[in-house]
């Protein structure tokens, strides 16, 4: 049959049951997003097939189309690091795009706030001032804490800590972004913040047993070597945020929780202490990139 033949039911089964088949062969989602269309393609007997262009069959956007409408959007992300941006009392979830070489990003494309939300913040200064210091510094967490620069990409206590402050990070923004009891990303923003510090201080030579002694759970004291080893980390405001976090041990055990605000402010400023540990062992730094230079307005 030939391919333009085929109604929209009559595709989607195609579509449908060799999306089975390549799952049935272990293939995860992302890979069968990836083989999907090559594989439908086979099968209506296309042969190595341009897949991009003016060149590609039509009944490529179709198959796509059908594939993309049986999961949803979050099934088939790749999978990046997401951020939080709280406005007002609302979190919307902020998801830089992973890219390849050099692509312009307009910040305001990667969170999800509504149409009118959008054209309401950019009529606010101080929101919106807010909203890009939280942009450079997921954007900075996304890419840099993947892309270590020598020493530090060899040392195997930063790339552990560092990793498991960005997981924390991801899991305090999910659940604040997911509709879920906000309070249960506190404990998770903490320990972020947290680990982030002590793949600071591996960075300038603890090691793990060290860490563990001389600090503890003590990151006031943590901050203060990572400032102490590094002139451009910017301690004032690290210690300005640590002072307003609730003691990670304490709060474990306490039923008294933060309430919705305050624990917004918590991921939010955790996410800048990952991103300001993060700028110093990777070469990344969105704010440097965006010509003018924009000053930080939050935290303040």
């Not at 509709?179 to 903490?190: E, F, I, N, S």
């Amino acid at each position: 049959m030939y391919p333009g033949d085929l109604d929209d039911e009559q595709l989607l089964y195609l579509v449908g049951s060799t999306d089975k088949e390549l799952f049935d062969a272990g293939m995860d989602i992302g890979r069968r997003d990836c083989e999907i269309a090559s594989a439908v393609m086979r099968k209506l007997g296309y042969v190595d097939p341009v897949m991009v262009g003016n060149r590609a069959p039509k009944v490529y956007e179709r198959i796509r189309s059908i594939f993309v409408s049986i999961y949803r959007k979050q099934d088939i992300a790749m999978g990046g690091h997401i951020g939080v941006f709280m406005y007002r009392d609302i979190f919307a979830r902020i998801g830089v795009p992973g890219i390849v070489g050099q692509a312009r990003i307009n910040p305001f494309r990667c969170v999800e706030l509504t149409q009118t939300q959008l054209r309401i913040i950019q009529s606010e200064p101080d929101q919106m001032e807010t909203y890009l210091d939280q942009f450079f510094d997921v954007a900075d967490v996304q890419y840099g804490a993947q892309e270590l620069k020598e020493p530090f990409a060899t040392i195997e206590l930063v790339v552990r800590y560092i990793g498991l402050s960005r997981l924390h990070l991801h899991s305090a923004s999910a659940v604040l972004t997911g509709g879920y009891d906000y309070r249960g990303a506190v404990q998770a923003a903490l320990l972020a913040a947290e680990l982030a510090l002590k793949a600071g201080a591996a960075a300038l030579g603890l090691s793990e047993q060290e860490i563990r002694d001389r600090f503890g759970h003590r990151n006031s004291d943590m901050a203060n070597f990572v400032g102490a080893g590094w002139a451009s980390f910017d301690l004032d405001r690290v210690e300005r945020v640590l002072a307003s976090h609730p003691s990670y041990v304490l709060n474990r055990y306490s039923a008294a929780q933060p309430g919705r605000r305050e624990v917004g402010h918590v991921v939010m400023s955790a996410q800048y202490i990952v991103s300001e540990v993060v700028r110093r062992i990777s070469d990344r730094d969105f704010r440097s990139s965006v010509g003018q230079p924009i000053a930080r307005r939050y935290p303040a």
